[in-house]
């Protein structure tokens, strides 16, 4: 399961929500939880923002 998915799930919000708040598409999102793209630079930023913590540190 990938760190994004865990904070996600951790802070018991759906994908659309989430989507809402990061200024994604919600087909985006499933994309980064899945892994097949990479969380670029400024959306590591609006997470950090949405969750209060860096997704680095997530195990």
Do not use: A, C, W
């Amino acid at each position: 399961m990938s760190k994004l998915k865990k904070l996600r799930l951790l802070s018991n919000m759906s994908q659309h929500q989430l989507s809402v708040l990061l200024q994604i598409s919600q087909s985006y999102l499933s994309l980064l939880e899945r892994e097949k793209r990479d969380i670029t630079p400024e959306l590591n930023k609006k997470i950090e923002e949405v969750f209060g913590y860096s997704i680095k540190f997530i195990d």
